[in-house]
């Protein structure tokens, strides 16, 4: 179900891509990565770059693939548990994602006018491990075609919530 909604929705980005790779522009190493934060893009563009990643980093959990090709390997990072440097949050989310099932939901809010993505998610902590449902947002920075810049906000859900749909549409 997910995969083929995937599918539909993702075919459109792909074909845009295919277009950016194939122009003659200065694109460092097309075959690994989209980022080079002195190219200019288009807002349709912005909106293809973070939904492909979303799709790729958060539901296909390719978290290595996702970064190289669209996040500075110089990432700004303000997690506190996190280093500066995509390779510190692809090691940090493989960790703690190997704990938990999902996303399960997502909304995905793109700023293309001050260059800004933001990706709200809903996580299942696996059986057995005793976590929580999880509420994450993550925004991410432009520059160019490259995200350069991290930030999140990480909630588990308090055993006595009050809130009948919490993390949810
Ligand atoms: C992370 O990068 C920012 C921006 O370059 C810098 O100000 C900050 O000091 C760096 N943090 C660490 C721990 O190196
Ligand atoms: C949750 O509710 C139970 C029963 O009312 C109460 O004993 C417990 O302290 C509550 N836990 C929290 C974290 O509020």
Known sequence: MRSQFALIVFAAPFALFHGILAAPSCIPDTSTTFCDPSRPITGSQ?????NTFVDQFY????FQGAM???VSSNLIQHNPQIANGSQAQVEVVTSILANYDGPEFELVIIDVERGYGVVFNRFRGKAGTGLPIT???DIYRFEGSCMVEHWDVIEGLPPNSTNPM???K
């Open 166 to 168: 919490p993390f949810r």
């Open 135 to 137: 509420g994450v947002a």
């Open 46 to 50: 912005m909106r293809s770059i973070f």
């Open 68 to 70: 190289k090709k669209f």
């Open 59 to 62: 539901f296909k959990r390719d």
